[in-house]
């Protein structure tokens, strides 16, 4: 059951990076992320986490342990400049039977950001997400934290953690 679970994480995780615009590849050294576009610096998590290596502006990673992921995208092209909300919505593609537990905002590198939990279905199987989205300096980011319901609370300190050490830097 396990591995099933991990598999539907990792598919949701997917989904909801590849919801805004898939770019191009970039490198995560010493904490910081890279590309041509944009560089952020992001927490570390513990070493039970497992980085994916995945197309476009992304740092994703997977539980080696538990049926949990968490991941940073950016987005500094050919996005608008939807309202965090649309944002969000974005992010919640291919998942069914949404259902909002919570939403607020708040200050995140000095912006406002939105973070919104949510209980859905991903392929009939239900989870929880815990999505922030924000925008800086003509970047859109967003963070995700996909777990199942059962255990949602289990490593969220872990996502916290990262994103509550979630800095912009000067672009490339």
Known sequence: MFEHSRGLAQAGLLCSLMALAPGCAGVLRDGVF???HTRFRVGSVPP??????????????????SPHSIAVN?????????PLDTLTRHLLMGFTERSTLDQQTF??????AL????????????VELVLVVMKKDGC???F????PPSSAGERLGDFEHLLAQ?????RP
């Open 34 to 36: 890279t590309d041509g």
């Open 144 to 147: 995700t934290y996909l777990s």
């Open 115 to 126: 973070r919104t939990q949510v209980s859905a279905r991903l392929d009939g199987v239900p």
């Open 48 to 65: 039970s986490w497992e980085l994916v290596k995945l197309e476009g502006n992304d740092v994703a990673y997977i539980s080696r342990d």
């Open 74 to 82: 950016a987005t500094c092209e050919d996005h608008d400049d939807p």
């Open 140 to 142: 859109v980011y967003d």
């Open 166 to 170: 979630f800095s912009t830097e000067a």
């Open 107 to 112: 200050t995140l590198d000095d912006r406002e």
